[in-house]
């Protein structure tokens, strides 16, 4: 065989190495997922339902949510980018299909359609509207807050204001092994931010028409 032959198949074999196929992304199984929120409903499918770490506040509203944001909080509580030892506990039990299902389950439920995409937010007070463009929060979440611009980033309108205020406060933890997000774009622009601005902030964007809910599951009502 022509030896200047060998050379393009070589080079295929290394490339092949360096670069092995991109994984399919995983598909959620809402039916599937029904089945597998054992853990979810005893605090996600009751309103109003506190938790009490690191103090008191209502869990997140996560029917309606979009899928990729759950999979991708999730997953961030798995590999500890996110550290919450109650949810920790939870995700170690999922594996990615089952974190794929669960996301798939809660994005659909209880979710309707509207005519027509929301529109821009309203502006609230003056220092509410300053710490918005402060934080360049529309670039990430629109100017809904209600449609991200990427799929991996949550739906905020109308999320309970306690919680986005613990939230935004847990991108400012450092160095806690229990308690923090690492996320660095989210910590650059909570760190901007006094506890007081983070909490108006919270507020504004909890008062605004949103599409999750906290629905009750049967048996948590």
């Not at 499918?45 to 690191?54: D, E, K």
């Not at 798939?104 to 359609?113: F, I, L, N, Q, T």
């Amino acid at each position: 065989m022509n030896k200047f032959l060998l050379i393009p198949s070589a080079l295929l074999v290394a490339c092949a190495t360096l670069f092995p196929a991109q994984a399919q992304p995983i598909t959620g199984d809402s039916k599937a997922g029904e089945k597998k929120i054992a853990m979810c409903v005893g605090c996600h499918g009751i309103v109003g339902y506190q938790a009490s770490f690191p103090e008191v506040y209502r869990v997140p509203k996560i029917s309606g949510q979009g899928a990729g944001y759950i999979v991708s909080a999730l997953t961030a509580y798995k590999k500890g980018d996110r550290r919450h030892p109650t949810m920790r506990g939870i995700v170690d039990n999922l594996n990615e299909q089952d974190i794929a299902d669960v996301a798939a389950y809660y994005s659909g439920y209880g979710r309707v359609e509207a005519a027509a995409a929301p529109g821009k937010a309203a502006a609230g007070s003056a220092s509410a509207a300053a710490l918005v463009a402060k934080g360049a929060c529309v670039t990430c979440h629109g100017d809904s807050f209600s449609k991200p611009l990427d799929p991996s980033y949550p739906r905020i309108a109308g999320q309970y204001a306690d919680y986005l205020f613990v939230a935004l406060k847990s991108y400012k933890t450092t160095g806690n092994p229990t308690w923090g997000r690492g996320n660095p774009i989210m910590g650059g622009v909570a760190k901007q931010f006094s506890n007081a601005e983070l909490k108006e902030l919270a507020n504004y964007v909890s008062s605004l028409p949103g599409e999750i809910k906290t629905l009750p599951q049967s048996g948590f009502r």
